[in-house]
């Protein structure tokens, strides 16, 4: 079983930059899509991100800003985030694809990782 840890979430003013992490212990994720969503308070959890061995996925709301990567040497996935938004704002979990059905939804995600929280003010 995999492990997901998240970390470097803030507090961050529009405009700026946040990287967020996404770290495993258990297994290597080197053989896995691993995917990035985020939830607003009072909305579903949504798709934000996801990679593969040899792609790159992302929503419309975050093309061009946001950019995901991977580091199999160190276990880990980033989430650069640029230009960020007040509507970025959300508690973001990283998650991984379990190989099959449609990538940009929760329910084909596993292993969630516990979050973390990301604020852009205004």
């Known amino acids: 079983q995999v492990q997901l840890v998240e970390s470097g979430g803030g507090l961050v003013q529009a405009g700026g930059s946040l990287r967020l992490s996404c770290a495993a212990s258990?297994?290597?994720?080197?053989?896995?899509?691993i995917g990035w969503f985020r939830q607003a308070p009072g909305k579903e959890r949504a798709f934000v991100a996801a990679?593969?061995?040899?792609?790159?996925y992302y929503a419309d709301s975050v093309k061009g800003r946001f950019t995901i990567s991977r580091d199999n040497a160190k276990n880990t996935v980033y989430l650069q985030m640029n230009s960020l938004k007040p509507e970025d704002t959300a508690v973001y979990y990283c998650?991984?694809?379990?190989?099959?059905?449609?990538?940009?939804?929760?329910?084909?995600?596993?292993?969630w990782g516990q979050g973390t929280q990301v604020t852009v003010s205004s």
């Open positions: 258990g297994r290597t994720l080197s053989g896995y899509d």
């Open positions: 990679i593969s061995w040899s792609s790159t």
């Open positions: 998650a991984v694809y379990r190989g099959w059905g449609n990538r940009y939804g929760v329910e084909e995600y596993v292993y």
